[in-house]
Structures are given as structure tokens and as C-alpha cells.
């Protein structure tokens, strides 16, 4: 199993930046694709963001394109958000997760996820 834990989290105004780091360690890293999920106060968990085990595919939720990027450092064992024009329904806890793929493809990203990580919070003020 792959154990992950995510760090980056903070309280920023609106139209700021952050960027979140989850950190992978246990099986390989460039076996997972990767991928970002959050919950609101009061909200489902939902998907945000996931990126394929080299990198070379990525697929967004709509209402963050454009504004955040998902990346991966397979070399660092580690996966990023950059969260950038964050508004204040961007608060929310943001959990990293696993999912053990054969391919390139990210088709079905979350339906058997592999590890979640412990979450990190993001608070943004208006």
C-alpha cells in the first residue's frame, strides 16, 4: 500500500495562492495515478483534480480550470496543487488519493481508490 500525507494548507484572502504537496511513501509512486478531492463544511466529498502516473494526463473538476494545476514529481515521490484566484467556496478540507492504474489512463479516477491521505485545510477569506 502507498501512505500519503498532505501539506501546503492555510488560511489565504481571496485571490491568493497556495500550493499543496502530498507525499507518497510504502509501494511505487509511478504505479498511482494521483489525484486531489475536497470537502466543504457541510458537503460531500468531491473530486478535483487528477494526473496520470507519468504525468502526461491530467483532467480537472469545471469549476477549477483555469485555475489550479495539478502536477507530480515521480523523482520526489510527490504530488502538487497549485491553487491560484482562490475564492472563498474554495475553502475546504483538501485530501490527496491513490489509485493503482496499469496505463496511462485516468478513466474512472476514484472508483477504487488505493489510500487517501489525512487532508489539509484551506481556509480562504473574502
Known amino acids: 500500500q502507498v501512505q500519503l500525507v498532505e501539506s501546503g494548507g492555510g488560511l489565504v484572502q481571496a485571490g491568493g495562492s497556495l500550493r499543496l504537496s502530498c507525499a507518497a511513501s510504502?509501494?511505487?509512486?509511478?504505479?498511482?495515478?494521483m489525484g486531489w478531492f475536497r470537502q466543504a463544511p457541510g458537503k460531500e466529498r468531491e473530486f478535483v483534480a487528477s494526473?496520470?502516473?507519468?504525468?502526461?494526463?491530467?483532467d480537472y473538476v469545471d469549476f477549477v480550470k483555469g485555475r489550479f494545476t495539478i502536477s507530480r514529481d515521480n523523482a520526489k515521490n510527490t504530488v502538487y496543487l497549485q491553487m491560484n484566484s482562490l475564492k472563498p467556496e474554495d475553502t475546504a478540507v483538501y485530501y490527496c488519493?491513490?489509485?493503482?492504474?496499469?496505463?496511462?489512463?485516468?478513466?474512472?479516477?476514484?472508483?477504487?481508490?488505493?489510500?487517501w491521505g489525512q487532508g489539509t485545510l484551506v481556509t480562504v477569506s473574502s
Open positions: 488519493a491513490a489509485e493503482r492504474y496499469t496505463t496511462e489512463d485516468l478513466t474512472g479516477f476514484g472508483n477504487a481508490l488505493s489510500a
Open positions: 510504502g509501494r511505487r509512486f509511478s504505479d498511482y495515478g
Open positions: 494526473i496520470s502516473r507519468s504525468g502526461s494526463s491530467t
